[in-house]
C-alpha cells in the first residue's frame, strides 16, 4: 500500500489556541473530504459511507407536523430567545419520559429534583459538563476506545493533560480494577468519569449490573458519573430494559439510567428520532442536595453564556417526536438487524472484533502492521467504503463501521464492498510496507 496524503493534519501554528492546535481533528470532516476527494472515481456507483453515526430513516411525521403548527401559529414566537433550560413544555414532556422510559428518577426519589436543560445537541450537553464540573488540574477519565467528541472537548477547555484514558476488558466493559486503582491512588484530583452506554465506538451495551458498580465506586470517592445515553434505544440485547407503565396502561421495555446524585445523564434526539440535524439533546441532574444544586444551577450559567438556549423551532420538532414515543423508534432500530448480520460477516475475516449488542457500531483489529488511516483511504478510494480509523477512538490499528447509515439492501452491499476491501488489503499475503 503506498503512503496516502491525508487531508488534514494537526495545526502546529503559534497564531491560534494551543490547546485547539493539540485537540483532534474531526474525524468524520476527514472522512466527508476523502469521500469527496476519490468521488470522480465512482461516477456510475456511489461511495457508501459507513463512518457517521448517523440513522437512514427521517424523522415521524409528527415532527414536521410539529413545525408547520408552530410556524402557522401567529402566537408561536419563534424568532425570540427560549428560557435557558428549555420551553416549559418541552421540559415538561421529557420528565414524562424520563419517568416512563428510563426511571428517573428511581422510586423513593422527588421529581422536583430532576432538572433538564435542553442543549442544541448531545455534544453541547457534554460541553456543559465538562465546563461546569471540570477545574484546572483536575482529571476526567474516559475509557478507550473512547468517543472522540468527548475527548475533544476536554482537550479543547482543559488541555490533553485533563485527560485520564482507561482500558476496557475483553467483554467490552470498563475496567474496573484500574478504574478502582486510579480513584485510589489519585483520591480528589479525578472529578468525573465519562461513560458512554450503549457504548460508541465499541457498540457494546453494558449490562445495568457493571454500570451499577461504577455507579457505586464513584459514590465512595465522591467523583461525579456522567452517562451519555444518546444511543438508549439501540440496546439491542436489551441489557439495561425493565418493565414500565406507559400512559395507556401497557407494560412497555424501557432503558433504565441512575439518578443518584453524583449521577448527570446525558439524552439526544439525533439517532432514534433521526433528527440530527435540528440540534436537540438534553441533560438531567438530580438536585436532591446541595451538590446537585449547585452543578444544575453552575450550568445553567454555562448554557447562557454559549448557546444561550435551543432554538425554538427545534423544541417544536422535539415536541413533535415525543409524541410517537419510544416504539416508532424501536420498529426502525428493528429494521437494523439484517445489516448489522452483514457488517458482523464483513468483519469476520479480521482477528478481533466488538460491538454488535448495542448502539450502531462495530469495531475490528487490524493485522499488524496495517495503518488504519492508509486502509481508511483505500477503502474509499478502490472499494467505495468509508470508516472511521480507530487511532481517532485511541485504538490505532483498529476501524470503527456503522451499519445504521443504510437501508438493509444498500448495507449489504456495502457490507460486500467491506468484506472484499478488508480480504484484498488485510488477509491476502501482499508485498505491501508495513
Known amino acids: 500500500m503506498q503512503r496516502s496524503r491525508h487531508v488534514m493534519r494537526i495545526a502546529t501554528t503559534s497564531t491560534t489556541s494551543n490547546r485547539v492546535n493539540e485537540t483532534l481533528d474531526p474525524c468524520v470532516v476527514l472522512m466527508k473530504q476523502l469521500i469527496a476527494k476519490h468521488q470522480h472515481l465512482w461516477t456510475d456507483e456511489k461511495i457508501y459511507s459507513l463512518a457517521q453515526g448517523v440513522v437512514y430513516w427521517n424523522p415521524p411525521q409528527a415532527v414536521n407536523d410539529a413545525m408547520v403548527t408552530a410556524i402557522n401559529d401567529p402566537t408561536t414566537t419563534l424568532h425570540s430567545y427560549a428560557p435557558d433550560e428549555g420551553l416549559p413544555e418541552l421540559v415538561s414532556a421529557i420528565k414524562l419520559k424520563l419517568r416512563r422510559e428510563n426511571n428517573l428518577p428511581s422510586k423513593g426519589s422527588s421529581q422536583d429534583d430532576i432538572q433538564v ?6 455534544n453541547a450537553a457534554y460541553m456543559n459538563c465538562v465546563l461546569t464540573l471540570l477545574s484546572e488540574n483536575e482529571l476526567s477519565v474516559v475509557f478507550k476506545p473512547y468517543y472522540f467528541n468527548h475527548v475533544m472537548a476536554i482537550q479543547m477547555t482543559r488541555g490533553q493533560e485533563a485527560l485520564l484514558v482507561g482500558p476496557i476488558d475483553d467483554d467490552g466493559c470498563p475496567s474496573m480494577s484500574w478504574l478502582k486503582e486510579q480513584l485510589e491512588e489519585k483520591g480528589k484530583q479525578i472529578k468525573m468519569i465519562t461513560i458512554t452506554n450503549p457504548g460508541n465506538p465499541t457498540g457494546v451495551s453494558l449490562p445495568t449490573s457493571k454500570l451499577q458498580e461504577i455507579v457505586d465506586l464513584c459514590r465512595d470517592f465522591g467523583v461525579f458519573v456522567v452517562f451519555d445515553n444518546t444511543y438508549e434505544q439501540f440496546d ?11 400512559g395507556d396502561g401497557l407494560t412497555k421495555a424501557g432503558f433504565h439510567c441512575f439518578s443518584d446524585e453524583h449521577v448527570i445523564n446525558i439524552f439526544s434526539f439525533s439517532k432514534g428520532y433521526a433528527m440530527a440535524g ?22 445553567v450559567k454555562v448554557q447562557d453564556t454559549i448557546p444561550i438556549c ?16 419510544r416504539p416508532w423508534v424501536e420498529r426502525k432500530v428493528k429494521t437494523l438487524d439484517e445489516g448489522r448480520e452483514a457488517i458482523l460477516d464483513a468483519l469476520e475475516p479480521l482477528e478481533k472484533t466488538i460491538g454488535g449488542s448495542g448502539a450502531m457500531y462495530c469495531m475490528a483489529k487490524l493485522p499488524s502492521g496495517i495503518d488504519d488511516m492508509q486502509l481508511a483511504e483505500e477503502l474509499v478510494e478502490k472499494y467505495g467504503i468509508a470508516i472511521i480509523p480507530g487511532k481517532f477512538c485511541g485504538l490505532p490499528g483498529w476501524i470503527r463501521v456503522c451499519y445504521s447509515n443504510l437501508p438493509t439492501k444498500e448495507c449489504k452491499i456495502a457490507a460486500g464492498r467491506l468484506k472484499k476491501g478488508l480480504i484484498d488489503l488485510c488477509v491476502r499475503p501482499t508485498t505491501r510496507a508495513s
Open 117 to 122: 436543560i435542553v442543549t442544541p445537541g448531545a
Open 278 to 299: 435540528y440540534r436537540v439533546g438534553y441533560v438531567v441532574v438530580n438536585t436532591c442536595g446541595e451538590d446537585g444544586k449547585n452543578v444544575y444551577e453552575q450550568m
Open 236 to 246: 439491542h440485547t436489551g441489557a439495561n430494559t425493565f418493565e414500565t407503565e406507559s
Open 310 to 325: 435551543t432554538s425554538r423551532i427545534s423544541q417544536k420538532a422535539a415536541m413533535g417526536a415525543l409524541s410517537e414515543g
